[in-house]
């Protein structure tokens, strides 16, 4: 344990840690996507009962990220870290040994309680072990989990619902989960904040009700005239998977270079941070992903995968800047103590925005294709939902970049930040 903690500093070993289990927690949400349509045949449930497989570790994660700050805190990080990791790797292996759809949907909210501790606990740590003027390196690192588990779950997803039973999309975490708790268990290092406070357990019912019911609204609102179940796992790989008839495998490729894009041109915005400040880099990147986004709108069937790959990477690459910017200002401003429960509001505000995004661009998407089907066939009136649900996606960031532009401020991040150099002025003697 020395001989490891002597080469690397301590702050590596936490990201090393974090990186792995939130790779495992992102991971596992979108292989689950790309294999409901066989859990729905093996188990021989609707459509509307296999929504409890996603809503129920949904709704789970969404009590227990108001919570996770605090006994982080409390109980210590590396206590909670190493009982969530261990919840969520276990819960896998049991809901890979599911024989019924209730045992999958109780197994799977095992899993939302492991996740939604997992990711606000392991921010904290993460967060704590860099300081304000390194908090652009420790966002570059969040990206490569952020960014590629998204990519690589559809294509691994896709290679064991083709090739192999569908328990492996639940065991295919293990050696992920279990190479994590042990080097967590032997490097990590414990700490509590000796002013956690007391356990605000009226806090907890309300928010973990209230926000569990926010997230269930929203992705059963739709069901009820403005929601399509595909929609909930991802606009553009269901339109690949859709009228373009590509393979999950297929989609996943597809999607791929949006994931390259963004890690690539991370190390180069995470360089430019610390003098360019996070206003211009979001900015930016939201132009970026806005120009890239909009070709999206008009797609056609005959549109060649290799110009959608493109249009992905260059979306990657603008949303890198964004990415990198706010993450890496988000917590400049929170002291150690504090970091704990900032980490758990950032998560439930994020885990809400993304469930807003996909209740809005599904009532979008619905609502068009509805309109279209009475007088085009089902391949061209869903392009005609999905060209409505892109340039929805488009107005929204552009929306946000002039947002960014006129309210993110450089001086609040200013800890993050090294000040630039003032120009000298040289003295000429008469």
């Known amino acids: 344990m020395s001989a490891l903690q002597d080469k690397f500093e301590y702050k590596w070993i936490v990201a090393v840690t974090f990186v792995l289990g939130l790779f495992l927690e992102i991971m596992d949400t979108t292989i689950m996507n790309v294999a409901i349509p066989t859990l729905e045949e093996e188990f021989g449930a609707s459509a509307a009962s296999m929504e409890w497989v996603v809503i129920g570790y949904l709704l789970a994660l969404a009590v ?8 982080g805190d409390k109980v210590g990080t590396k206590k909670t870290f190493l009982f969530a990791l261990f919840l969520f790797t276990a819960a896998s292996a049991l809901c890979g040994q599911s024989n019924s759809l209730g045992q999958l949907i109780v197994f799977r909210l095992l899993q939302g309680v492991g996740g939604g501790m997992l990711v606000p606990v392991g921010t904290a740590m993460l967060y704590r072990s860099f300081p304000p003027a390194e908090r652009a390196r420790a966002s570059t690192i969040l990206i490569v989990p952020t960014v590629v588990a998204p990519a690589l779950g559809p294509i691994i997803g896709g290679a064991i619902v083709d090739h192999l039973s569908w328990r492996w999309i639940f065991y295919v975490n293990l050696p992920i989960g279990v190479l994590g708790f042990i080097f967590g268990a032997i490097f990590l290092k414990e700490h509590k904040e000796p002013q956690a406070g007391k356990f605000d357990a009226p806090g907890f019912v309300l928010s973990g009700i209230g926000l569990a019911g926010i997230l269930y609204a929203l992705s059963q609102g739709p069901t009820h005239g403005w929601f399509s179940t595909p929609v909930l796992v991802f606009l553009l790989p269901q339109m690949l998977q859709g009228p373009f008839n590509a393979t999950a495998l297929e989609s996943g490729l597809t999607t791929l270079p949006q994931a390259c894009g963004v890690i690539l041109m991370s190390q180069i915005v995470g360089r430019l941070y610390h003098t360019v400040g996070p206003r211009r880099l979001v900015t ?5 992903a806005t120009l890239a986004s909009l070709p999206f709108a008009f797609l056609g069937l005959g549109t060649s995968m290799w110009t959608i ?19 890496a200002s988000t917590y400049s401003n929170i002291e150690a103590r ?9 998560s439930a505000q994020r885990q809400t925005s993304a469930a ?3 209740a809005i661009f599904a009532t979008i998407f619905v609502s068009r294709m509805n309109h279209a089907l009475p007088d085009n066939s089902a391949p061209v009136a869903a392009m005609s939902g999905y060209h409505a649900a892109f340039l929805g996606s488009v107005i929204v960031t552009a929306l946000g970049a002039v947002y960014a532009y006129f309210n993110i401020h450089d001086e609040d991040a200013a800890p993050t930040m090294r000040p630039r150099p003032k120009k000298s002025k040289v003295s000429t003697s008469a």
């Open 309 to 327: 790959r493109i249009l992905m990477f260059i979306r990657g690459c603008g949303a890198s800047f964004s990415f990198v910017g706010l993450q």
């Open 284 to 288: 930016f990147g939201l132009v970026v």
């Open 338 to 346: 504090d970091t704990g429960r900032a980490s758990s509001i950032f």
């Open 356 to 358: 807003l995004g996909v």
């Open 64 to 71: 227990w990220i108001p919570a996770s700050g605090w006994i």
